[in-house]
């Protein structure tokens, strides 16, 4: 019998029978290497099991966790959560438990050694990087990381299910000027450390001695580094349910919201954390539209803002999804139809990136958003910085280096119908910095971003 | 728990005999507690258990560190052992690491606690939180959210060096918030803070804060916020409160003096820091009235314990005096690098995550006024409160913040009051356009401070007051 099922059995027996009880272990290994001025000085890995039990009865809910898994770790863990889930406050919002449901086919399997993968190899992955960056000092990370969730629960529900993901992520750095450059894959072997350090250094060395220039609205292309900011912050304020249910955010279903360019997908069965096929409350995660050629189509939910709004679950429940709200996980911006991308000389990522370039008579290059916070989630303004690399193009060239600049912009503003006038023919993978989501993110080409600051206030 | 003890000395023997040059280890057993109301009810109640050894090795000049939550001798022998094999496999690209000198600290400590917030019944919180939010829905909030968070954790600490340290740290905290929404727009009041009020204290702490007599007049200016008039836009005198002020310190100096910054360690995430350690004890920060002090030992603030994670004991020390730039925030091995002969400023977020250069308790000294008489020799200008938004660059200069509230200040008095209220500056300017500071100063804790990776969430505390800035930039808007 698993961990899973053992501590269901044991919740059931002593919350008797009328209770409703699920049970989510999770066994992580995360292993991390950071480096800094060109050596590695911080190298760490992980493991452990979490399980979190839930119990309801008599109207009553109680949510506890442990990492202390023998016999008696267990037994603690049942007899606290019933405790509490009999003497808690009164739960009006619970919304039952999922039923019996299949789930997604992944695309592929997950990759043992990407999961699994020794420290030697992501200092080997480190030293590619150190070394391509030819000189200039070097700073980031490589993490892999597994995780292996099962999920039981007193309706008869079971999954199980293995996420894999690997990423390598640094800057390279002049005495004036980062470049920076990052990769994010289910496959370790795919990630490959010299030819991104190559690209740090090639925009560290393209963006030195940067002029100051004037806020104001510019026409900008942000680079996929950047747009993954964007869509994070799409998901995370506009697309999720509870907020949706408190008109807090900007998010009108069935709108023509964005320009009919955009098309923004949630899709848990391919990308660089692709897996997730189900939530912490066990219900199946599948790829879901958000927006559909500039139209506004959904918003995720988990059952608690599901029940709320009167509509299903999307899969989206996590830990924190009762108070925050659920957020979608796996986001990916359509990239328009063109040639595959190739290595170009100077500061742009890639050839899709400077295929936008050619078209701005004047505006600015982004490479990296910085540090944005939300100051109304109801517009979704926010502000924050660039970081790693700014350019000025003029007449459809990148022509000099300029100084990071704040900006407080309202993101789906920016994307409106009319402002978006082009989007990279291809979309690169990228895992968030802060928690488990990733984000296929094409370069974007917008008729107007609102910088609000200069490097000098 | 001699057995905790045990485990960290098998991890760290075990270390050492693989080849270490040095090691240490940490056990820490956790147990968490919060919940969450909104609207009247109850939406969230979680409690949690961990227990787990983070050990750190250095071999050579490269270190490694591994935690598990296996605590048997044989596992905590293998957890020396993996340390020690990821510090060889940090050795393929290595670099300088040296740590200095330290006493081998032998000690208990336990944080003042006179209500154990966890024995509270579960009932009574529920009854606090839904009762706080119920009265600010009765009175016009769209959304009327209440939180309390507990966090009750030992430590037990050894090193190769002789450390043994056992602590008991017990922090809490709690707080309330009134959404309004409009047309276009969300507006938002909290008591005592957005974040809540914590500190290292028991329950206390948060009955203290008496929630429920804040819910109306919080849900009262939430809307009355949907009424008022813009925040003008241009440069002006501001007057910040002393939570504001709090969390302008934690972002624009206790990140900038972190020694790991200003080093390069961060420079790939959280970024570097604009102060030069050649200019350590000339550098003008700020005016004479701005006197910080990094104090780990300030009673019941949020970064207060006995000992840092890598076991030195708990001091103060200036940051700032008198405006010039007199000291950092560091550990063991960065100080080392760095030429410096002091730490006491690493700290880890759990068992499974290795210690780093973090804020303790960063905060202002007094100063010689107070909010009324600020307010009353100020003409013209506007003055904010209650942090809502914040954003600062990776140099930690560049920075803008949001506040909940903010006034108008005419002729010496407080006025009509003013949305979306932001203001934007240079650190090093603007806290050198400091020409009034309060006495009225308040530990305020930050239980959200991430940094690291993977990401870490620290405690922090900062001791603040309401103050006066010259010429700030307001306004900003998208």
Redesign the interface.
Known sequence: MSIAEQVLEAARRAAGGSAEVDVNVAREH?A???????????????????VTLRIHVDGR?????????DDA?LA??VE??VA?AR???????WAGLSGPAELPKLLAEPDPATGEA???V???Q??AY?EAAGGL?A???A?NRKVVTTYVNSEGQAASGTVVEAVL???A?TPTS?G?SRQASRLIADLDGAALGARARAKALASQDPVEIEPGEYEVVLEPTAVSDVLWVLGGYGFNGKAFN???TFVRLGEPQFDPAVTLVDDPLSGPAAGAVFDVEGTPRDRLVLVRDGETTAVVHDR?SALEAGVASTGHAD?ES??NGAEPINLRLEPSAGAPPAEVDGPAADSAVMALVAGVRRGLLVTDH??????????L?????T?NGVWLIEDGEITRPVK?L?????YPEALAPGRVLGIGSHAPAFAS???VQSAMAPALRLAGW?F??G??? | MSSYLDAADAAVEHALALGARYADARVMHRRTESMSARNGAVEALDQGETVGVGVRALVGSSWGFFATPHLDPAAAREAGRRAVEIARASARVPGPAAMIPADPEVGTWASECHVDPLAVPLSDKGDLLTAATAEMRKQGADVATGLYQIWDTRKWFVSSEGHRIDQHIRECGGGISATAVGERETQVRSYPSRRGQYGTRGWELVTELDLAAHAAQVADEAQALLRAPQCPSGETTLILGGEQLALQIHESVGHAIELDRILGWEAAYAGTSWLDLAELGKLRYGSELMNIVVDATYPGALGSFGYDDEGTKAGKRDAVRNGIWTGVLAGRESAAVAGLDYAGSVRSMDWASLPMVRMTNVGLEPGPHTLDEIIAETDDGVFMDLNRSWSIDDKRLNFQFGCEVGYEVKNGKLGRMLKNPTYTGIGPKFWQSMDMLSSEIVAWGTPNCGKGQPGQIGHTGHPAAPARFRNVRVGVRG
């Open positions: 995360l991390l290497t950071r480096f800094a001025n060109s050596y590695i000085h911080q190298n760490i890995a992980r493991e452990a099991d979490t809910t109680a949510v506890n966790s442990t990492t202390v898994t770790g603690a863990l606290r959560t509490a003497v808690s406050p009164a739960d009006p919002g020794a420290p030697e992501r200092a080997e480190v030293r150190i000092t700073a980031g990370f993490r992520d640094g800057i750095k980062d920076a408190e008109g807090t608690r830990a009762a108070v910085w540090y944005t916070r939300c100051l109304d989630p109801r517009r303004v926010m502000t924050g910085l970081r990071n704040r900006f407080t912009q309202s910095k802060y928690g609102n609000t600051g490097a000098s206030g």
